[in-house]
């Protein structure tokens, strides 16, 4: 089960099926509708995007390893490594589901890359506030590197918008596909095993055993990732 500072929650039961209630303007319940809200646990529908592996027979989603959730949107991490999400993706949520559009989904889409592909070999998800981050391993080292996408005000998508360098400043940046978090130094951030997400900021922990950060610096995380000083 999981809630950020949205008002909706998500769950992933014993067959591995998906859950939402509570607040759903958006859609983030996934049911199909949105501006309601939701009192009870509902199935997360499936949607069209995804293929019948992960769709019950009843069409609801599946085969999922892992949920969270935003302020306004919902994430699923799927056991062939792919990632799909739902609910608010327009106007002030604008680039939050990561599927390439700022329209607000309904039911799970999937999200994409630089070239409009679904990202894969997605080993963790976790969610802010307003922006999503993976750990993708593509070569199953037990390490990889991070990815995020949404909201980047403040640092904290770790990178400008389309990945090429560090954000110049805390000005507000809609990524709407998602892109490697960067160093400090502008290389790709690598050799990552975990992360985290505050509503406001990221972390990743190396292999080395180094704890990264970026995001609000008024919390004592940096825009552009580091180690931090304590």
Partial sequence: ???????????????????????NGNGQVGNG???TVETTPTRVLAGSQVGSHFKTTDGYLTNAKYVCTGNS???????DG?????????????GQLGDGT????????????????????VTKLVAGDNVCYALIDYYSLGYGTVVSWGN?????LGRDLYGSKNPANSATVQSSNAYS????????MNNIVQIAAGDVFGMALDNQGYLWTWGLGAWKFSANPRRPNF
């Fill in 33 to 35: 509708v949105s501006g």
């Fill in 102 to 121: 700022i329209v607000d989904k309904l039911t799970p889409v999937f999200v994409r890359n630089a070239n409009n592909t679904p990202i894969s070999k």
């Fill in 73 to 79: 949107n919902s994430f699923a991490l799927l056991d």
């Fill in 1 to 23: 089960i999981n809630s950020n500072t949205g008002q909706s929650l998500i769950a992933l039961d014993t067959t591995n099926t998906v859950w939402c209630w509570g607040y």
């Fill in 181 to 188: 978090v960067l160093f400090a130094d502008n290389s790709v």
């Fill in 152 to 156: 980047g005000q403040n640092g904290i």
């Fill in 82 to 94: 792919t990632v799909v999400s739902w609910g608010g993706n327009s106007g002030n949520c604008a």
